[in-house]
Each structure stands twice: as structure tokens, then as C-alpha cells.
């Protein structure tokens, strides 16, 4: 399967399958899914429900591994990975965001958005720097000492994504990052996406069930039966 031209070759997956149960009760989630991405590509990721997407977003974040095939990193094989190595692999190159937002209730959204730089031991100056930087980015100066239950949905969605990106990743990956937001909020929230993209060449992987969100993307890949089947790149006006 062929990638845009956009950088180089950043992610392969070659003959992925993945199975969850044994026996009668097993169930294939993937069965021999090819996909390339280069860096710098925004992906929308699609499919109905059962279609293997969100289980292909969950191997690409190290979430979850492959029960046969590659996945190449970079040329890395991470499937040869250790748990530690793959966690590395995570904290230092991706960022995540879900639909949920996954913010600490009762912390400032800068003590939120510091986060994954306490986890890599950063001292206090640079991540506080750090955090009020990626606020900055997600249009949200003024708003570092406000909590979770101050903010408004997609003023939290802000926050999940600013605290994605505080470790300046490779790879942004989104789990259905407007589901939870109505339109308009939607909306702003893939104008800002598609603006780290953009603007700061972060591959943006998104899955999503809104082809209104999916727009935003410069390729469409549709998962269907555990494999990919469709992948299109938008055509540039």
C-alpha cells in the first residue's frame, strides 16, 4: 500500500492480525492489515463498529501488540520491543487523546498538562514552561489555574490535547476526539488538529465515525472486517 508524499516513511504495518480469546471463543480483530504512514500525513481512520479500527489505533500507540505481523517504527521493529522499551517508545515520540478526556478532576489544567513530563522526571521549571507553552498552542492562556469542572468540554478537550503535545511528539493519535463535544466545539477541535499538523508537521492518526471530522484529514483509510478496505487521499483543490 503506498503513502502520500509527504515526508518519509514513518509507520509500517505488514501483515498485522490480531485475536483476542482462544479456542471457539476466539475472536480475530485484525486479520492482515498493510498500512503505511509518513510523517507528517493528518489520517482519519474509519469503519463501523467491530471493523478493527480502534484495535489498528491501539497497536500503533503501544498499547496493545500484535498477535503476528510487524509493526515498524522508524524502521524499528517494535513488535520485538520489551514492555519497557515500548513504554519509551510511548512517552518520548507519541501523544494521546481520547474521547473522554481523561483529565484529573480536582488539578489546574497546567498541573494536567504537566502530567507526562513529571512521568519522565523533567524538574519543575521546565515543565511548568513546557505547560504553559502547549496551553499557549491550544488557545488557552489565562486558563492554567482553572480545574476540570471550570473548563467546558471542549476547553477540557483543549487541555487533554495540550497535555498530548507537551512532550513535542512525533505522532498524535485521537480516539474519537470530538465525541463527546457538539458540533461547533467539534468543529474547533479539528481546526486545532489540523493546525498542529500543519504548523508544526505533527502526524496527526485519527480515528473517528464523523465524516464531517474526517474531512479535516488529507487521507481517509476505511477499516472494514479487520482490514483495510479503502484508502484515499484527499485531492487538493
Known amino acids: 500500500m503506498t503513502h502520500s508524499d509527504v515526508g518519509a516513511l514513518l509507520i509500517s504495518l505488514r501483515k498485522v492480525i490480531k485475536t483476542y480469546g482462544e479456542g471457539t471463543a476466539a475472536v480475530q480483530a485484525l486479520n492482515g492489515v498493510d498500512l503505511d504512514i509518513g510523517q ?16 489498528a489505533l491501539n497497536i500503533l500507540g503501544c498499547l496493545d501488540a500484535p498477535s503476528s505481523g ?15 522499551q515500548r513504554a519509551l517508545l510511548r512517552r518520548h515520540y507519541l501523544g494521546f487523546v481520547f474521547q473522554g478526556f481523561n ?6 489544567a497546567q498541573e494536567n498538562v504537566e502530567l507526562p513530563l513529571l512521568y519522565r522526571g523533567e524538574d519543575a521549571a521546565h515543565r511548568h514552561e513546557a505547560s504553559r ?17 471550570e473548563l467546558s468540554g471542549g476547553q477540557q478537550q483543549r487541555v487533554a490535547i495540550a497535555r498530548a503535545i507537551v512532550t513535542q511528539p512525533l505522532v498524535l493519535l485521537a480516539d474519537e476526539p470530538t465525541g463527546n463535544l457538539d458540533s461547533k466545539r467539534g468543529h474547533e477541535i479539528m481546526e486545532l ?3 498542529l499538523n500543519r504548523d508544526q508537521g505533527i502526524t496527526v492518526i485519527m480515528v473517528t465515525h464523523e465524516l464531517d471530522m474526517a474531512a479535516y484529514a488529507n487521507r481517509v483509510v476505511r477499516f472494514a472486517d479487520g482490514n483495510v478496505g479503502s484508502d484515499s487521499m484527499k485531492v487538493a483543490a
Open 103 to 108: 483529565l484529573l478532576s480536582r488539578t489546574s
Open 40 to 55: 507528517g500525513e493528518f489520517v482519519a481512520i474509519m469503519g463501523p463498529s467491530g471493523s478493527g479500527k480502534s484495535t
Open 70 to 84: 510487524h509493526y515498524l517504527f522508524r524502521d524499528i521493529e517494535v513488535d520485538t520491543l520489551t514492555r519497557n
Open 133 to 149: 507553552r502547549a496551553l499557549a498552542q491550544v488557545g488557552l492562556t489565562g486558563w492554567e489555574h482553572h480545574t476540570s469542572a
Open 193 to 195: 488538529l489540523g493546525s
